[in-house]
């Protein structure tokens, strides 16, 4: 349960209470405790995501892949190989919804790609918050909606950018190089307004 409170969140929720409820001893008692906390930390931050890559070209560096298409980025590629990819809280420890790509690749000079599917209970804006080390792309529905081309430490919620939220699954997908170190990314949606906005989930399986 601890290892899936990013991409199956509900599930894991629902097997950490039942612990609570049913302990077998005081240790495991405290660790679903534990786990519970770390999970109310990622509230309205997506955690559920699938990863691709590391993706690289010959003689070009961390600025120089931004605009690169790699397979990800084409309709129906075939050959990408998608992985659930957990929460580790990249360069800052204490961002606990931080997606760690550089822990994942150790790798410089890269892209990743990260996936994930929103289900919204109906047509509706959002505001997309985002925080990324260095430059990515995020495209929602297919449709780019930021495109930040710079190197730059992880702040979250750096860009801020209204978007409209389709009713029932919207694709998101997120772009990510490196130049060098540190490499992550940590998205939410929130109302227009900054508050919470209620009926959203995120899923690697829409379904």
């Not at 307004?193 to 899923?203: F, H, M, P, T």
Request: hydrophobic share 40%; aromatic share 10%.
């Amino acid at each position: 349960a601890s290892s899936l409170i990013g991409s199956h969140r509900e599930q894991a929720r629902a097997a950490l209470e039942n612990l609570l409820e049913n302990p077998p001893n005081d240790t495991v008692k405290k660790k679903a405790r534990q786990a519970l906390d770390q999970l109310a930390q990622f509230e309205d931050y997506i955690t559920a995501w699938q990863v691709a890559g590391p993706y690289s070209a010959k003689g070009k560096s961390g600025p120089a892949l931004h605009d690169v298409a790699f397979p990800p980025e084409e309709p129906n590629a075939k050959g990408v190989e998608w992985k659930v990819m957990p929460p580790g809280g990249g360069e800052k420890r204490f961002y606990p919804f931080v997606m760690d790509l550089y822990r994942r690749f150790k790798r410089e000079n890269s892209v990743a790609y990260l996936r994930t599917w929103v289900w919204s209970p109906a047509e509706q804006k959002a505001r997309l918050e985002f925080g990324s080390d260095d430059g990515a792309k995020v495209w929602l529905n297919g449709q780019l909606v930021l495109n930040v081309p710079k190197p730059r430490s992880f702040q979250p919620a750096e860009d801020k950018v209204i978007v409209t939220l389709k009713q029932g699954w919207n694709p998101l997908l997120v772009k990510v190089w490196n130049g060098g170190l540190y490499w992550s990314a940590a998205l939410r949606l929130r109302a227009p307004d900054g508050a919470r906005l209620e009926g959203l989930k995120a899923s690697v399986e829409p379904r």
